[in-house]
């Protein structure tokens, strides 16, 4: 027993000050900070209206459900990644999220960056897990409360494919509205806290699976750490695995940091690259941005100018997100339109192959299943690599199609020659108008200054263009 007092005191000991919890430090009512650097930065003082991009977006939508959705349903995309692109999701804000371990200050910069402290609106935080729930900050006429359940339910949000986690996640989702003028632009997703020593299974949802669902959707993604949460375990380990392939969208935020000498901010500084180092996987380290995201002013003799410098950077690379939300919106639009059009070639390029082998007294299912477990032996993939000109790294992994091709059997295509009308054309044909054309044109539009009709398929990779039996020539 004496050594386990022993023990908590020498833990207390190695507290940083300022890390019990907030309600102490409010209640020595510190000075608070000065929060005009955020009202410029965001242009929150300016009076000019909401910019109304309803036009663009609903040239986007028109253009999605008439080019794109055709071959996605047709070839049955969304059981291959998983993503299905509602109009919610189109018409969205752009989304920031909020991830790191547990009681690092995610809800209090939260807090911070809307100005809700000491309001009916804040999130409630503190020095223990507080956060249970993920919690979206959207804007509304007056402060309001929305349960996951109804939030999955509404069509004209973009979170209805939530409802697919379970139950058990959507009483963990919870909406809240706010008359901010900087929710007018943007959402604020809280998540919970990662805590190392806890299973996913005790959740009693797919922690990682929900996580990856609103990586994937995210404009923007901090990660924020404190100096006394530096570990890396098996939970943090995995959620930088999953954030692989977005790392232009992470912004690492080392918080509190007001409360470290400069000797020791040095030191933290490097254990916490020394922490990331292997798991994020780019040629530049990150860029870790290094201040106190709170409202209380910084500690005296601290290096207030550098951290007010940092602050600044962060918030000016959230004003660039919002600024870019329709360029951000289209690119992704394309992007999705790529990967549907190569999936669409794959199966087009299986199908064709089985066709060609099966005979008279061929066991066709025997076939196919040789085709499956040995595509290259076959060429499938190299066939699509040098008649469509799509680059190697957009291919998907081999193996994907082995459990595609489980539960959707091959018959049950069609080839995409015979996927033309004569009223509609050829559903190829559209997708690789809109990835070369449509799309590019409303990316001109937004006065990108490029001539969207100078791009033609050498340069984006159209390809092949199957013949439309059903058309006169």
Known sequence: MRTLVLLCCFVASLLLPGQTEEADDVSEEAPMRDRSHIEKTLMLNEDKPVDDYSVVLQRLRKIYHSSIKPLEQSYKYNELRQHEITDGEITSKPMVLFLGPWSVGKSTMINYLLGLENTRYQLYTGAEPTTSEFTVLMHGPKLKTIEGIVMAADSARSFSPLEKFGQNFLEKLIGIEVPHKLLERVTFVDTPGIIENRKQQERGYPFNDVCQWFIDRADLIFVVFD???LDVGLELEMLFRQLKGRESQIRIILNKADNLATQMLMRVYGALFWS?????????PPRVYVSSFWPQDYKPDTHRDLFLKEEISLLEDLNQVI???LENKIAFIRQHAIR????ALLVDRYLQTYKDKMTFFSDGELVFKDIVEDPDKFYIFK??????NVSKFDLPNREAYKDFFGINPISSFKLLSQQCSYMGGCFLEKIERAITQELPGLLG?????KNPGALNCDKTGCGETP???????
Do not use: D, Q
């Open 227 to 229: 100096p006394t949460k």
């Open 276 to 284: 990331l180092a292997p798991l994020i996987n780019v040629t530049e």
């Open 323 to 325: 600024e870019n939300r």
């Open 340 to 343: 549907v059009r190569i999936h």
């Open 383 to 388: 066939t699509i690599l040098a008649k469509t």
């Open 445 to 449: 539009s937004l006065g990108l200054g």
């Open 467 to 473: 013949k439309n039996r059903y058309k006169k020539h």
